[in-house]
Protein backbone atom coordinates (compact mmCIF):
# COMPACT_ATOMS: atom_id res chain seq x y z
CA UNK A 1 0.00 0.00 0.00
CA UNK A 2 1.13 3.25 -0.89
CA UNK A 3 3.03 4.99 1.84
CA UNK A 4 2.40 8.36 2.20
CA UNK A 5 5.26 11.72 2.95
CA UNK A 6 3.15 12.00 6.02
CA UNK A 7 3.04 9.98 9.47
CA UNK A 8 0.62 7.58 8.43
CA UNK A 9 -0.26 4.95 5.92
CA UNK A 10 -3.67 3.59 4.32
CA UNK A 11 -5.40 0.90 5.73
CA UNK A 12 -5.25 -2.18 3.64
CA UNK A 13 -8.57 -2.66 3.53
CA UNK A 14 -9.65 0.41 1.80
CA UNK A 15 -9.81 -0.62 -1.86
CA UNK A 16 -12.62 -0.13 -3.59
CA UNK A 17 -13.33 -4.00 -4.04
CA UNK A 18 -13.74 -3.85 -0.70
CA UNK A 19 -16.56 -1.38 -0.44
CA UNK A 20 -20.36 -2.48 -0.79
CA UNK A 21 -21.81 0.23 -3.45
CA UNK A 22 -25.40 -0.19 -2.30
CA UNK A 23 -27.48 3.04 -2.74
CA UNK A 24 -23.95 4.61 -3.17
CA UNK A 25 -23.31 3.27 -6.50
CA UNK A 26 -23.22 6.61 -8.45
CA UNK A 27 -20.66 7.96 -5.86
CA UNK A 28 -18.32 4.82 -6.42
CA UNK A 29 -18.33 5.35 -9.82
CA UNK A 30 -17.71 8.49 -10.14
CA UNK A 31 -14.66 7.92 -7.91
CA UNK A 32 -13.37 5.18 -9.83
CA UNK A 33 -13.75 7.49 -13.03
CA UNK A 34 -11.83 10.75 -11.16
CA UNK A 35 -9.61 8.50 -10.62
CA UNK A 36 -8.96 6.58 -13.35
CA UNK A 37 -8.99 8.97 -16.17
CA UNK A 38 -8.48 12.36 -14.32
CA UNK A 39 -11.83 13.20 -15.24
CA UNK A 40 -12.87 16.38 -13.70
CA UNK A 41 -11.84 18.70 -10.71
CA UNK A 42 -13.56 16.63 -8.09
CA UNK A 43 -16.05 16.23 -5.46
CA UNK A 44 -17.65 16.90 -1.94
CA UNK A 45 -18.73 13.82 -0.08
CA UNK A 46 -21.09 14.50 2.74
CA UNK A 47 -23.13 12.25 5.31
CA UNK A 48 -22.70 11.00 8.49
CA UNK A 49 -20.22 8.92 10.50
CA UNK A 50 -19.15 5.73 10.02
CA UNK A 51 -20.69 5.71 6.32
CA UNK A 52 -17.47 4.86 4.33
CA UNK A 53 -16.42 8.33 3.25
CA UNK A 54 -12.68 7.41 4.88
CA UNK A 55 -13.14 4.09 3.28
CA UNK A 56 -13.62 5.65 -0.53
CA UNK A 57 -11.20 8.05 0.25
CA UNK A 58 -8.73 5.97 1.18
CA UNK A 59 -9.71 3.73 -1.94
CA UNK A 60 -8.94 6.45 -4.10
CA UNK A 61 -5.52 7.42 -2.93
CA UNK A 62 -4.48 3.37 -3.46
CA UNK A 63 -6.35 3.36 -7.03
CA UNK A 64 -4.04 6.47 -7.39
CA UNK A 65 -0.94 4.93 -6.08
CA UNK A 66 2.14 8.06 -5.44
CA UNK A 67 0.11 10.09 -7.52
CA UNK A 68 -2.41 10.90 -4.57
CA UNK A 69 -2.01 12.09 -0.85
CA UNK A 70 -4.92 11.38 1.89
CA UNK A 71 -5.10 14.00 4.03
CA UNK A 72 -7.48 13.52 7.44
CA UNK A 73 -7.71 17.04 8.82
CA UNK A 74 -8.85 15.99 12.42
CA UNK A 75 -5.90 13.86 12.66
CA UNK A 76 -3.56 16.53 11.88
CA UNK A 77 -5.45 19.70 13.56
CA UNK A 78 -3.48 20.03 15.87
CA UNK A 79 -0.09 19.67 13.82
CA UNK A 80 -1.06 22.98 12.03
CA UNK A 81 -1.71 23.74 8.58
CA UNK A 82 1.68 23.31 7.44
CA UNK A 83 1.25 19.84 6.51
CA UNK A 84 -0.71 21.22 3.03
CA UNK A 85 2.95 22.86 1.99
CA UNK A 86 3.67 20.96 -1.31
CA UNK A 87 0.36 18.72 -1.40
CA UNK A 88 -0.85 20.45 -4.26
CA UNK A 89 2.10 18.98 -5.85
CA UNK A 90 0.17 15.69 -6.10
CA UNK A 91 -2.41 15.34 -8.95
CA UNK A 92 -4.75 13.92 -6.21
CA UNK A 93 -5.48 15.09 -2.82
CA UNK A 94 -7.95 13.76 -0.87
CA UNK A 95 -9.06 15.60 2.20
CA UNK A 96 -11.33 14.15 5.48
CA UNK A 97 -12.82 15.76 8.11
CA UNK A 98 -12.99 18.93 6.50
CA UNK A 99 -14.97 20.22 9.17
CA UNK A 100 -12.85 19.58 11.60
CA UNK A 101 -10.59 22.41 10.98
CA UNK A 102 -13.84 24.87 10.12
CA UNK A 103 -13.72 28.25 11.40
CA UNK A 104 -9.75 28.52 11.92
CA UNK A 105 -8.34 31.42 9.88
CA UNK A 106 -4.75 29.90 9.34
CA UNK A 107 -6.43 26.66 8.39
CA UNK A 108 -9.13 27.98 5.74
CA UNK A 109 -6.51 30.16 4.00
CA UNK A 110 -4.58 27.56 3.76
CA UNK A 111 -7.05 25.16 2.25
CA UNK A 112 -7.97 27.95 -0.05
CA UNK A 113 -4.07 28.21 -1.19
CA UNK A 114 -4.07 24.60 -1.83
CA UNK A 115 -7.50 24.42 -3.54
CA UNK A 116 -6.30 27.20 -6.12
CA UNK A 117 -3.00 25.67 -6.30
CA UNK A 118 -5.07 21.93 -7.46
CA UNK A 119 -6.97 23.73 -9.70
CA UNK A 120 -3.91 26.06 -11.43
CA UNK A 121 -2.73 22.36 -11.95
CA UNK A 122 -6.22 20.76 -13.60
CA UNK A 123 -5.77 18.57 -10.29
CA UNK A 124 -8.23 16.71 -8.49
CA UNK A 125 -9.43 17.49 -5.10
CA UNK A 126 -11.67 15.11 -3.06
CA UNK A 127 -13.08 16.27 0.21
CA UNK A 128 -15.45 14.66 2.61
CA UNK A 129 -17.14 15.84 5.87
CA UNK A 130 -19.84 15.33 8.36
CA UNK A 131 -22.19 17.99 6.62
CA UNK A 132 -22.61 20.03 3.45
CA UNK A 133 -20.55 23.02 2.13
CA UNK A 134 -22.70 25.58 3.73
CA UNK A 135 -23.20 23.42 6.83
CA UNK A 136 -19.55 22.72 7.81
CA UNK A 137 -18.67 26.21 9.16
CA UNK A 138 -16.72 28.08 7.11
CA UNK A 139 -15.95 31.11 8.08
CA UNK A 140 -14.17 32.69 4.35
CA UNK A 141 -16.87 33.05 1.63
CA UNK A 142 -14.32 32.81 -0.51
CA UNK A 143 -13.22 28.85 0.62
CA UNK A 144 -16.81 28.17 1.11
CA UNK A 145 -17.41 29.22 -2.78
CA UNK A 146 -15.13 26.73 -3.89
CA UNK A 147 -15.97 24.26 -2.31
CA UNK A 148 -19.72 24.79 -3.96
CA UNK A 149 -18.53 23.97 -7.29
CA UNK A 150 -17.10 20.83 -6.66
CA UNK A 151 -19.68 18.10 -7.53
CA UNK A 152 -21.49 16.83 -4.38
CA UNK A 153 -22.76 13.85 -2.95
CA UNK A 154 -23.97 12.72 -0.10
CA UNK A 155 -23.01 9.16 1.05
CA UNK A 156 -26.09 7.13 2.20
CA UNK A 157 -26.04 4.46 4.78
CA UNK A 158 -26.65 1.09 4.17
CA UNK A 159 -29.88 -0.78 5.36
CA UNK A 160 -30.17 -3.85 6.94
CA UNK A 161 -29.49 -6.38 4.64
CA UNK A 162 -27.00 -4.56 2.61
CA UNK A 163 -25.24 -4.07 6.37
CA UNK A 164 -25.20 -8.28 5.82
CA UNK A 165 -23.43 -8.06 2.40
CA UNK A 166 -20.94 -5.24 3.33
CA UNK A 167 -19.66 -7.85 6.36
CA UNK A 168 -19.98 -10.81 3.84
CA UNK A 169 -17.96 -8.57 1.23
CA UNK A 170 -15.26 -7.46 4.24
CA UNK A 171 -14.79 -11.15 5.00
CA UNK A 172 -13.98 -12.36 1.41
CA UNK A 173 -11.32 -10.06 0.90
CA UNK A 174 -10.04 -11.46 4.42
CA UNK A 175 -10.44 -14.91 2.88
CA UNK A 176 -13.00 -15.77 5.71
CA UNK A 177 -16.26 -17.14 4.91
CA UNK A 178 -19.38 -15.58 6.82
CA UNK A 179 -22.49 -17.12 6.30
CA UNK A 180 -26.00 -15.20 6.23
CA UNK A 181 -27.14 -16.55 10.23
CA UNK A 182 -23.67 -15.59 11.30
CA UNK A 183 -24.26 -12.03 10.02
CA UNK A 184 -27.37 -11.53 11.06
CA UNK A 185 -26.03 -12.80 14.42
CA UNK A 186 -23.42 -9.97 14.45
CA UNK A 187 -26.21 -7.41 13.31
CA UNK A 188 -28.14 -8.21 16.60
CA UNK A 189 -25.07 -7.98 19.46
CA UNK A 190 -23.17 -5.10 18.15
CA UNK A 191 -23.80 -1.45 17.49
CA UNK A 192 -25.12 -1.10 13.98
CA UNK A 193 -22.74 1.34 12.40
CA UNK A 194 -20.06 -0.17 10.01
CA UNK A 195 -16.91 0.67 11.53
CA UNK A 196 -18.21 -1.18 14.76
CA UNK A 197 -19.50 -4.10 13.30
CA UNK A 198 -16.10 -4.25 11.15
CA UNK A 199 -14.57 -3.89 14.48
CA UNK A 200 -16.30 -6.62 15.55
CA UNK A 201 -15.06 -8.82 12.35
CA UNK A 202 -11.74 -8.28 13.00
CA UNK A 203 -11.94 -9.74 16.57
CA UNK A 204 -13.84 -12.95 15.83
CA UNK A 205 -10.84 -12.97 12.59
CA UNK A 206 -8.21 -12.99 15.10
CA UNK A 207 -10.46 -15.65 17.20
CA UNK A 208 -11.07 -17.70 14.54
CA UNK A 209 -7.64 -17.95 13.21
CA UNK A 210 -6.26 -18.94 17.17
CA UNK A 211 -9.32 -21.29 17.69
CA UNK A 212 -9.05 -22.64 13.72
CA UNK A 213 -12.54 -22.31 13.95
CA UNK A 214 -15.37 -21.09 11.00
CA UNK A 215 -17.10 -18.29 11.81
CA UNK A 216 -20.30 -19.80 13.26
CA UNK A 217 -22.88 -18.81 15.53
CA UNK A 218 -22.42 -20.62 18.53
CA UNK A 219 -18.35 -19.69 17.96
CA UNK A 220 -19.10 -15.98 17.74
CA UNK A 221 -21.63 -16.49 20.37
CA UNK A 222 -18.59 -17.63 22.58
CA UNK A 223 -16.38 -15.54 21.55
CA UNK A 224 -18.73 -12.32 22.76
CA UNK A 225 -19.43 -13.89 26.27
CA UNK A 226 -15.69 -14.25 26.92
CA UNK A 227 -14.83 -10.73 25.72
CA UNK A 228 -17.74 -9.54 28.00
CA UNK A 229 -16.57 -7.10 30.72
CA UNK A 230 -17.17 -8.63 34.48
Request: net charge negative; glycine share 6%; proline share 5%.
Amino acid sequence: MTQLALPLQLADHAVFDSFWPAANEALVAYLQKLVGQNAGPGCWIWGEAATGKTHLLQAACARGGDQAMYLPLAFFQESGPAVLEGAGLRPLICIDDADAIAGRDEWESALFDLYNQVADADGTLVVASSHTVRESGFAMPDLQSRFTQLTTFHIQPLDEDDRVQALQLRARHRGLELPDETARFMLNRSRRDMASLYSLLDRLDAAALQAKRRLTVPFVRDVLQQQMPG
